[in-house]
């Protein structure tokens, strides 16, 4: 709220269940002179709660969204407000971000992910592909919000925004890689757990919704492959599931027998590090290199472990089960090795049914083994945040 910039106004839009929450909020906005709304209805996740203040309202050009954890430089109204006087086909600018205030070893390990992840690859998808709204530490034009009829009542509000805003107003989204805004990475793995089945949900509901939108649309070619390739990323699981079944029950059914020679993990692992090489480059000469490895094995561990996750969020949604907005935990607390096993027993119970049926119908555990042991390590993914880092 400490801007160099007058004409503004602070409104905190709050969803709280909990009567504590509520209670901090009000002491705060009493405190600093902040309005605070609140609605009957949760309807429409995010979305609805920000369509539910901005409706009626004309009495602004332009608003900021913002998390409860962002932290936004003294600038960022004067140095945004300067793109839009740039570009009048803009209508969204996002800014870029950085991981801040990481109090334990989970995020302390893998926030580093985030600050390589904005200054590269959100620059790629704004010069060459199609680069949306990100849901927060962005500046947005009243034109632009009204010329997309508001923000969809979907998961995925922020993607399914741009797209509104584009095809129905031809708004851009801007990055600016000059405003640095901090953000925390999630507080522990089951936040992280949380977080990533919301974000499974958000992309098939997209895909069912906006598929054929997009298709149809007059977005050039790469911004329609770039928005694929995004939003497939995560329910491919379900592909790729469909190829574990065939190849460890349906072959062996059939008497077809599959060999599975230990060369065959070489390309598998290459692959599975592809999507870290930005990483490994961005941070080559910048930490220290076992930092550096650590990072990685984490990484791998991690969303090699969001598997079963994956799996589960695409199969509910195909067969028709609603896409539900999941807040991402903001508190963590210590957890036992027991409360580790308990909280991540269907992980382990994936992992080693699968082994089974894999040693029963091959003879060995090698075509499942990169989806097991991350599964199997959920439990000390789980532990890392007990770890305090002092800053």
């Known amino acids: 709220m400490q801007q160099d910039y007058e004409n503004f106004e602070t409104v905190i839009l709050d969803d709280s269940k909990l009567e504590s929450y509520k209670q901090q909020i009000d002491e705060f906005a009493k405190k600093y002179n902040v309005s605070v709304i609140r609605r009957d209805d949760r309807n429409g996740f995010k979305a609805g709660n920000i369509n539910n203040y901005l409706k009626n309202k004309n009495d602004y050009d332009y608003f900021v969204l913002l998390d409860s954890d962002e932290i936004i430089p003294s600038n960022f109204i004067k140095k945004s407000l300067a793109y839009f006087e740039k570009n009048r086909n803009l209508g969204i600018l996002q800014a870029t971000h950085v991981a801040s205030r990481n109090r334990n070893l989970f995020m302390d390990t893998l926030a580093i992910g985030v600050d390589s992840h904005w200054p590269v690859y959100q620059n790629v998808k704004h010069r060459y592909g199609f680069l949306s709204l990100l849901g ?9 919000y009204q010329a997309a009829g508001g923000f969809p009542h979907v998961v995925a509000e922020d993607l399914c925004f741009s797209i509104e805003s584009r095809i129905n107003g031809n708004y851009h989204v801007g990055f600016a890689d000059d405003i640095v805004c901090q953000e925390e990475y999630p507080v522990d793995y089951l936040a992280f757990k949380k977080r990533h089945s919301k974000w499974t949900q958000g992309n098939m509901e997209f895909i069912k919704r906006y ?9 050039k070619w790469q911004e329609k492959l770039d928005i694929i390739l ?7 699981t379900a592909v790729f599931a469909f190829y574990i079944v065939m190849n460890l029950i349906l072959f062996p059914l059939l008497h077809y027998k599959l060999e599975y020679p230990a060369w065959l993990l070489i390309p598998t692992f290459i692959f599975l590090l592809a999507p870290m090489s930005n990483d490994i480059i961005f941070y080559s000469r910048k930490i220290n290199i076992f930092q550096l ?7 791998f561990m991690l969303f090699g472990s969001m598997f079963y996750v994956s799996l589960v969020s695409s199969f509910k949604s195909i067969f028709g089960k609603k896409a ?20 991540n027993y269907k992980e382990i119970i994936f992992a080693c049914t699968l082994m089974m049926i894999s040693f029963l119908t091959s003879g060995n555990i090698l075509p499942v083994i990169l989806i097991v042991i991350p599964s199997l390590f959920s439990p000390v993914l789980t532990l890392y945040s007990n770890y305090r880092v002092k800053k």
């Open 136 to 144: 927060h530490g962005a500046m947005i034009s009243k034109d632009c």
């Open 211 to 219: 598929t054929p939108i997009i298709l149809k649309s007059k977005l």
């Open 230 to 236: 995004f939003t497939y990323n995560l329910p491919l």
């Open 293 to 299: 490895i650590f990072y990685l094995f984490t990484s």
């Open 324 to 343: 539900v907005f999941l807040v991402t935990p903001k508190d963590t607390r210590k957890i036992t090795a027991l409360e580790a096993l308990k909280l």
